[in-house]
């Protein structure tokens, strides 16, 4: 063994509600995994501990591990628990309530008892500071030190743990927040601060000022969890760096986090995104649409081009509805880039149920992970998308993630008999499938919502399906939506922790400019994209990388005068001429026009702001290698359900590793260690050299729903 | 099955699927639009409905749109009959003779053909910044006549088989003051019809349009099925209620609202006689415009996941006598109508909390106040600024009324302050909630708000659309009212008080201050828990003066503690003298 002692291991470690998972890597790019009860009270030690079973595991000391990567939750929880700091927020006089104010919208209508999310800062600590800059940043209103030191006074008083700054139009003059942070940080030790103009230097009060008291809440809480952590890796002798994942997908060392704290509240998806991502580039696919079904949630997300799509479009802490950007209002705004993802709340935990109008529905409510699905035999009563799967043959009757649960399909079928088709008086073959095919449903519209919702045609995507349930669901629904390809990834169930080990370090940058393009010359956007790079350079070194590892990207966030959104538009290399600002204009139209449906021709444009985004190039990511699974053994079969279509098939049950390069029709199931892949009738499946199942989905006949009735063939689109 | 034909999963995969497509549709009307009042307060509605304007489906949008729709698709099947094509877009606007509400509400309406057949119809309309008249935003509360309101536009088809009537959109042009922002949400609305037709004939090839129709039609038989269920839970009676808008800009009011609310089996009726006859300015409410906020306050009582579509209206039946200010006839102004649609609303939910009382909250705001100034910038460019200022409900059974949430009948946003300041000849003072101005109450009312706007161009045309104010937001069950609402100019010495709907100038550095109403209490005062009261006065939404006087709660100014001992006694006293219910 002593010849693993001198590898060295690249750590991922991704927390989940449930489980913890440990992935590691090695210099050949074989991965080895761990998954370990996560310890809900001090995350870090369950982290901590899985590293050392890994380590044990390969006869290796701490010094082997090169870096250890880290997804948590732990801002995320901080934030629906309301166990974040104890803060304040100091903003401009006549202004202390556009923080409970928010944007008055709510998410639902119909509803006389609606309550607000309750703000992070109670009236009482939100203090107000005689002083105005206006809309182009001129002083009209001059701040007087003097008042400041009146509030930190009060701060000390009320033992403030960690404070906001944001004044009205700090974006375009950010020197009384800058002075408050001094007086602030002077008069109290120890005590947090966030800027507005730091955290979001953007237009808009209410979200800035949110984003910046999301961050005040939760940044004593990272910065005591990851000082933590990094003293437990430290007696455990892991001396490697620590790096966070965050919202937007890139990594950043546990230092730089901790500037921007609230940017790793949705670090979670993002890692699912980022391995799509690697796996799109290794296959030579530029579009995806990614496709992650967990117990609880589903999640859809969108590689276009062979770029991730993000948004500053978010809110935290709001309960999951059927995917809708409407929805706005239930949560805390935080517009920082965040990959774009839908989430809809079905799942393998999903409850099935049937509402007073007599159609049958899938969740949002989810049996969870306790008591689950009725087929864990752990006493759940309710008949959810699992049994559902149990019960049309899809998920193996037995062990389940190598025996961590055991499914009983005869709980599975009364449920679902029982709490359905008894009194649907309906057959229980035909209530599964109906379950089934809900659950889709709904997932389609996660797809949508990154996809037809955007003006983009899922036709032009694979989708790439992993989670536990991905890829019991995913053929299906891509025939809904007239998509030809499904992949399905090694080791789907462990596909999000894999991405940890494959983000690069990214840092993003943004200045609001706000001004009519037309009267902007190149030499200003020139200026300000000069500010930015001077920014990112700091933070690079800041970070201790080089500059020639560095790559830029740069962005502008443009509108016709007078619209409330800006669609972000790639901005080319180099020095801008005047000609270079005229084609970005028109670049701006082809986009609206493909997302909208529509240009304005002659209609000013509004450049509202400039972004940059530095990605440090890693050493390339090792191919990820995994053992051949147990080779062909006798083919097994079961009896699986398709629908009133095809009826119940004997389906062969293959090992991954049964599949060859030559297409197998369907149907098939496909049985691994942490996943189960369903490939239905008119559906073809192989395997790539990258180890990928690639199922090849038959459109020629749009009936993959169930949705025909008395036998009558339904007529294309 | 448990109905004949009907498939539970169908059923499901065609609601969830209608769903989709009116929030697609929303969705693309909020990213395209141009204007604040679209934009940024999303102030329009999406929805389908099927081949008889019946509405199927509808977006998370306002709640007083919805129930409007009905009537304009039927003035264009009795207007076009049998020329209604596929590749038409109709655009409406005029409440007499084209199912209109107002005319800044523009509707923009595709029928969808599938097959050759008329199967539904896609329906935006969105509250556009101007449409000519007296005033920037055309909502002046001086008009007379629907004449000086803006450009009425009948049920004309804007896209004749797919080919665009230029003269519609050149009168447009030509009589809107912001025609940049008025054709930009005329496109936007465009788009999102057109949406709604490429997905719902996506929708009816998938399921055939045979099947879709027999779903829909189920639909609508299921949330018609639910109501009356709903109706036959409350028990039968008549309940009455009369509300009141201060008065127009005209003539002094009261203007009455009265309401009975006849429960029968598993209908009712809603009946308006009694309520003042139609008034000069513009408050009066279209019919549609009536029925559309009866329904909505139905629907507030409602189980909401009974089917979001208009099966729902059947078994309600609105009486709305000809002439009066809930059914005008024409020429009667109707601009500022809105008031009126809250107020209809709130009396509807007035009478039915005497018949379930948990759940009926005591009396909100009173709706969004619009303030509008309009006029031309220093460089000569015309602007006009609406401003919606909303967000303070009434206290219920199950709680405090919320601060910052916007009345049930009108789901708006704000604008933001600093985009307004940068767009617009406009400096925000003030913005905030304003302490002791909820209704006390065993649940208090939402603290109302205050606003105060400085003008930054040489001159403007100002337009308040507020009410509230000698008649201030109801309690319920020994709940006291909520503060009245006010709008000063130049808040000091000096100052004057405007009326609650009023048109005037405002010039250079001169501040509008709005304060909005405060929610109405729930139940007695005095039965308020002290702790919650102390609350109150730690999160500095009450003093302790108000938690004295309008709740017999003792609080130490020092301590910031009850005193507890003081409390009781003062209460007793209070009780035995009677001086609370």
Redesign the interface.
């Known amino acids: 063994m002593t010849a693993w002692t001198d590898r060295r291991y690249r750590v991922g470690a991704d927390i989940g509600g449930t489980f913890t998972d440990i992935i590691a890597i090695d210099r050949d790019g074989i991965c080895s995994v761990r998954k370990v009860p996560s310890t809900v009270v001090d995350y870090g030690r369950g982290v901590a501990e899985g590293i050392q079973h890994l380590l044990a595991q390969f006869g290796a000391g701490g010094d082997a591990i090169a870096d250890v990567i880290h997804g948590t939750t732990v801002a995320t929880n901080a934030i629906l628990e309301r166990t974040g700091a104890r803060t304040a927020l100091v903003t401009t006089e006549g202004f202390r309530d556009v923080l409970e104010l928010r944007r008055l919208r709510t998410p639902q209508l119909y509803d006389l008892f609606f309550e607000p999310p309750p703000p992070m800062v109670d009236r009482a600590r939100r203090f107000e500071l005689r002083e105005r800059v206006g809309a182009r940043g001129e002083i009209i209103i001059p701040l007087d030190d003097g008042d400041v030191g009146k509030i930190v006074a009060r701060l000390r008083n009320e033992e403030i743990q960690s404070v906001a700054v944001s004044l009205l139009h700090s974006y375009a003059n950010p020197s009384h927040e800058q002075r408050v942070a001094r007086i602030v940080r002077d008069g109290l030790e120890g005590v947090h601060v966030s800027l507005s103009a730091e955290i979001l230097p953007e237009i808009r009060e209410y979200e800035r000022t949110s984003t910046t008291v999301v961050n005040a809440y939760v940044a004593p809480i990272i910065e005591a969890y990851l000082r933590t952590l990094v003293a437990r890796l430290r007696a455990g002798g892991i001396g490697a760096p620590l790096r966070v994942m965050q919202s937007h997908g890139g990594i950043m060392s546990a230092r730089a986090t901790l500037k921007r704290a609230a940017s790793v509240v949705e670090s979670g998806p993002a890692a699912g995104v980022i391995a799509g991502f690697e796996l799109g580039r290794q296959l030579g696919l530029r579009n995806l649409i990614t496709f992650d079904m967990g117990g609880t949630t589903a999640k859809a997300s969108l590689i276009e081009e062979g770029e991730i799509s993000r948004t500053t479009e978010y809110e935290v802490g709001s309960s999951i509805s059927l995917a809708s950007p409407l929805v706005r209002g239930g949560g805390y705004a935080l517009k920082l880039p965040v990959i774009d993802i839908a989430e809809v709340g079905a799942g393998g935990g999903s409850v099935v149920w049937v509402d007073r109008g007599g159609a049958l529905k899938v969740g949002p409510r989810s049996a969870g992970a306790s008591p689950g699905p009725a087929c864990y035999g752990m006493g759940g009563p309710d008949a959810t998308v699992t049994d559902a799967n149990v019960v049309l043959g899809y998920c193996n009757p037995g062990q389940l993630a190598g025996g961590a649960v055991t499914l009983q399909a005869p709980l599975a079928r009364a449920a679902l008999q029982e709490r359905i088709a008894r009194p649907l008086g309906m057959g229980l073959l035909q209530v599964a499938y109906g379950a089934h095919t809900i659950a889709n449903v709904n997932m389609i519209r996660a797809i949508k919502a990154v996809s037809t919702y955007r003006g983009r045609d899922p036709r032009d995507f694979a989708l790439l399906a992993f989670g536990g349930g991905g890829p019991i669901h995913a053929a299906e629904i891509a025939r809904a939506l007239h998509i030809r390809r499904v992949i399905v990834p090694p080791m789907p169930g462990l596909f999000s922790a894999r991405g940890l080990l494959q983000a690069q370090p990214e840092y993003y940058f943004v200045r609001t400019v706000f001004e009519p393009l037309a009267s902007l010359g190149a030499g200003a956007i020139n200026g300000v994209y000069g500010h930015l790079l001077a920014e990112a350079m700091e933070t690079l070194a800041a970070e201790g990388g080089a500059e020639e590892d560095a790559t830029f990207q740069r962005f502008a966030d443009i509108r016709y005068a007078g619209q409330a959104y800006e669609l972000t538009i790639p901005v080319g290399p180099g020095r801008l001429t005047g000609k270079d600002v005229a084609a970005l204009a028109e670049r701006f139209g082809a986009e609206h026009e493909r997302v909208y449906g529509h240009r304005a021709v002659n209609e000013p444009v509004d450049l509202v702001n400039l972004r940059l985004v530095a990605r440090v190039a890693g050493r390339p990511a090792p191919q990820l290698r995994v053992a051949r699974a147990r080779a062909a053994g006798a083919s097994a079969e079961r009896a699986a359900h398709f629908g009133p279509r095809f009826g119940t098939v004997a389906t062969p049950v293959l090992a991954r590793g049964d599949l060859g390069a030559t297409p197998r029709c369907g149907p098939l199931i496909v049985e691994e260690y942490d996943a189960t892949v369903v490939v239905p009738p008119r559906c073809t499946a192989w395997l790539h050299d990258s180890h990928s199942i690639v199922i090849d989905v038959d459109d020629d006949r749009d009936n993959g729903d169930a949705l025909s009735e008395d036998g009558a063939e339904p007529s294309r689109a | ?3 004949s ?9 065609i ?3 209608l ?2 497509i009116v ?2 549709m ?3 009307v ?7 009042v679209v ?2 307060a ?1 102030d329009y509605s999406t929805a389908l409905c099927d081949r008889r304007g019946e509405v199927i489906a509808q ?3 306002i ?1 007083l749109h919805l129930g409007s729709f009905p009537s304009a698709v039927r003035h264009i099947l009795e207007a076009y009959g049998p020329r209604v094509r596929p590749g038409d877009v109709y655009i409406l606007n005029d409440p007499y003779g084209s199912g209109g509400i107002h005319l800044p509400d523009i509707y923009i309406i595709k029928p969808v053909f599938v097959g050759g057949a008329l199967e539904a119809f896609a329906c935006a309309l969105a509250h556009h910044t101007d449409v000519g008249g007296l005033v920037p935003g055309s909502n002046s509360t001086a008009a007379t006549e629907i004449f000086q309101e803006g450009l009425r536009i009948p049920t004309l088809k804007l896209f004749d088989e797919g080919v665009a009537n230029e003269a519609i959109f050149a009168i447009l042009e030509k009589n809107v003051r912001v025609p ?2 008025v054709l ?1 949400d005329l ?1 936007a609305e ?2 999102a019809v ?2 709604g037709e490429r ?1 719902f ?2 929708l009816a ?4 349009p045979a ?1 879709l129709r027999r779903y829909t039609d189920h ?1 609508l038989d ?2 018609e099925r ?1 109501a009356r269920e709903e109706i036959n839970a409350i028990p039968d009676g008549a309940y009455e209620f009369e509300t009141h808008i201060d008065g127009d800009s005209i003539e002094t009011g009261p203007v009455n609202i009265r309401v009975a609310v006849h429960v029968a089996g598993d209908s009712l009726t809603v009946d308006f006689t009694g309520t003042s006859p139609q008034v000069k300015a513009g408050i009066n409410s279209p019919l549609p415009f009536s029925e559309s906020a009866v329904y ?1 306050g139905l ?9 979001n579509c208009g099966g729902y209206f059947r078994p309600i039946d609105v009486r709305a006598p000809a002439g009066s200010v809930v059914h005008p006839l024409f020429p009667a102004a109707c601009g500022a109508r809105g008031i009126t649609g809250f107020r209809i609303m709130e009396a509807v939910l007035g009478a039915l909390a005497q018949a379930v009382p948990e ?3 005591a009396d909100g705001e009173g709706g969004n106040t619009i303030i509008s100034f309009g006029g031309y910038d220093v460089q000569g460019a015309p602007f006009v600024y609406v401003d919606l200022i ?2 303070a ?1 009434g206290g ?1 059974p ?2 405090d009324g ?5 009345h ?1 009948a009108s ?4 604008t ?4 307004a ?3 617009l000849p406009v ?1 925000i ?5 304003i302490p002791d101005s909820g209704g006390p109450g065993k649940y208090r009312g939402a603290l109302g ?1 205050i606003r ?1 706007v400085r003008c930054l161009a040489q001159e403007a045309v100002l337009q308040i659309r507020s009410d509230k104010r000698r008649f201030p937001p109801y309690g319920l069950w020994g709940g006291r009212s909520g503060s009245p609402s006010w709008n000063i100019l130049n808040p000091g010495t000096g100052q004057h008080v405007l009326p609650t709907l009023t048109m005037g100038k405002i010039r250079q550095g001169e501040v509008l201050r709005h304060v909005m109403a405060g929610g109405g209490g729930w139940g007695n005062p005095l039965e308020r828990d002290p702790d919650r009261v102390r609350r109150d006065v ?4 009450i003093t302790i003066g108000h938690a004295r006087e309008a709740y017999g709660v003792v609080i130490d100014p020092n301590t910031r503690e009850v005193d507890t001992a003081a409390t009781a006694e003062l209460r007793e006293r209070w009780r035995r003298d009677g001086r609370i219910a």
Do not use: C, F, W
């Not at chain 2, 003072?429 to 909630?433: F, H, I, K, V």
């Open positions: 099955m448990p109905q034909g009907i498939d539970p999963i169908t059923l499901e995969v609601q969830n699927g769903a989709a929030d697609e929303a969705l693309t909020m990213r395209t639009a141009y204007s604040g934009k940024d999303l977006g998370l949008t709640v940049g922002k930009g496109r465009i788009a057109r949406t997905e004939m996506r090839a998938r399921h055939t099947t639909l299921v949330s639910l909505g629907r507030l009582l409602m189980d909401p996941t009974i089917p759940r009926v909250p909303a967000g409900r219920s199950r709680g919320r601060e910052g949430v916007p049930p789901n708006i946003a704000n933001p302050i600093e985009i300041e940068r767009e400096r003072e003030r913005y905030g909630l708000q105060d730690l999160d500095e939404k």
